[in-house]
T-cell receptor, first 109, second 116 residues
């Protein structure tokens, strides 16, 4: 089976940096995605990692270590609009994309 | 505009009354998928399709059916809905699956279903 773990909730201050971790145990690995989902809305794509290392995209960066089954999403210069759920998802060794339960991030002034 | 559309957006129905939720994409995507999202459980895949007439079960297929007769459409059918199928449903599509950033999933706006 596939298992993806993320913290349930996190709180951070506007302007700060926050790191959201994701660990996975899957039967195969063909890439890891991060999505953002505001309450009541559809998930939207943030980043993709398939090789070890850091991918940077403006205020957002994502890191992957395949040997450790570990990824993190780094959000810099937090803004109030970053309050959302962040979903880690893995393409395992099949045609299925498996999602973690998501991390609800609250940004406070 | 590239998009995934779902209809209806909101539906309240009663136990046992067959219903269909439509999904359509205009991006010529090969891969389409249905998910349900429940509090504390996250997004769980119901069914997916790699191309026309090719579908397979996801993690929670019981009580659902799908078909892929055309590339752009992937309807979700509940033959006899029950209250435990009350959920938020998302349809999604992607160019392919795995191995590349262009295989990001594009999600529809969601269908909130209540079964009484």
């Amino acid at each position: 089976g596939q298992n993806i773990d993320q913290p349930t909730e996190m709180t951070a201050t506007e302007g700060a940096i926050v790191q959201i971790n994701c660990t996975y145990q899957t039967s195969g690995f063909n890439g890891l995605f991060w999505y953002q989902q505001h309450a009541g809305e559809a998930p939207t794509f943030l980043s993709y990692n398939v090789l070890d290392g850091l991918e940077e995209k403006g205020r957002f960066s994502s890191f992957l270590s395949r040997s450790k089954g570990y990824s993190y999403l780094l959000l810099k210069e937090l803004q109030m609009k970053d309050s959302a759920s962040y979903l880690c998802a893995v393409w395992a060794g099949s045609y299925q994309l498996t999602f973690g339960k998501g991390t609800k991030l609250s940004v406070i002034p | 505009e590239a998009q995934v559309t779902q209809n209806p957006r909101y539906l309240i129905t009663v136990t046992g009354k067959k219903l269909t939720v439509t999904c359509s994409q205009n991006m010529n995507h090969e891969y389409m998928s249905w998910y349900r999202q429940d509090p504390g459980l996250g997004l769980r895949q119901i069914y997916y399709s790699m191309n026309v007439e090719v579908t397979d079960k996801g993690d929670v297929p019981e009580g659902y059916k799908v078909s892929r007769k055309e590339k752009r459409n992937f309807p979700l059918i509940l033959e006899s809905p029950s209250p435990n199928q009350t959920s938020l449903y998302f349809c999604a599509s992607s160019r392919g699956w795995a191995g590349a950033s262009y295989n990001e999933q594009f999600f529809g706006p969601g269908t909130r279903l209540t079964v009484l």
